[in-house]
């Protein structure tokens, strides 16, 4: 499979404990992505790579989350003193151009 | 701010029984209008790109179509399995970030 992969794919963590995700996108895809889903919801734009530099980030991403994509290859998005608000799934994404790829998530639950 | 709503949230329909589900957006300087499909715990699944009104996409029995404010995903003859919640996101140039809709979630009956 080829395919946009991430890991883990389910994570339980408690309260004020800190979660690391990781993502490999298409091999020669340079844009990355990562995105927040919640139940019934669409996707949320959490922040955007181009190679190795983080280009654009959105609101959502406090100071408790940060992601970074040394190299320009696989990406790796960090939540620090998760809170149950952080309880969702986390995509990300990959694209060589205008469309975007997305991998099938990693699900995180803070009891 | 831009936004994007789709409409119905749900949908249901017998096997065979053509619908159609809304996109309506408000994004400056659209680069781009994309559908997606989503099964349950998974990531979506790209369908199409549409990138100025009047343009048309289809693949098998779907087919999306664009207005200046409006998509529209046609589903002709649908089959139980293109039971999934289907998404819609506009993105706007100058940005890469994608804004999605809360999708249509469409249940096909045998």
């Known amino acids: 499979d080829t395919g946009v992969s991430q890991d883990p794919r389910h994570k339980i963590t408690k309260r004020g404990q800190n979660v690391t995700f990781r993502c490999d996108p298409i091999s020669e895809h340079n844009r990355l992505y990562w995105y927040r889903q919640t139940l019934g919801q669409g996707p949320e734009f959490l922040t955007y790579?181009?190679?190795?530099?983080?280009?654009?980030k959105s609101r959502l991403l406090s100071d408790r989350f940060s992601a970074e994509r040394p190299k320009g290859s696989f990406s790796t998005l960090e939540i620090q003193r998760t809170e149950q608000g952080d309880s969702a799934m986390y995509l990300c994404a990959s694209s060589p151009g205008n469309t975007i790829y997305f991998g099938e998530g990693s699900w995180l639950t803070v009891v | 701010e831009d936004q994007v709503t789709q409409s119905p949230e749900a949908l249901r329909l017998q096997e065979g029984e053509s619908s159609s589900l809304n996109c309506s957006y408000t994004?400056?300087?659209?680069?781009?209008l994309f559908w997606y499909r989503q099964d349950p715990g998974k990531g979506p699944e790209f369908l199409f790109t549409l990138y100025s009104a009047g343009e048309e996409k289809e693949k098998e029995r779907l087919k999306a179509t664009l207005t200046k404010k409006e998509s529209f995903l046609h589903i002709t003859a649908p089959k139980p399995e293109d039971s999934a919640t289907y998404l819609c996101a506009a993105g706007r140039g100058g940005s890469e970030k994608l804004v999605f809709g809360k999708g249509t979630k469409l249940t096909v009956n045998p």
């Open positions: 790579f181009q190679n190795e530099a983080q280009l654009e």
């Open positions: 994004v400056s300087g659209l680069r781009g």
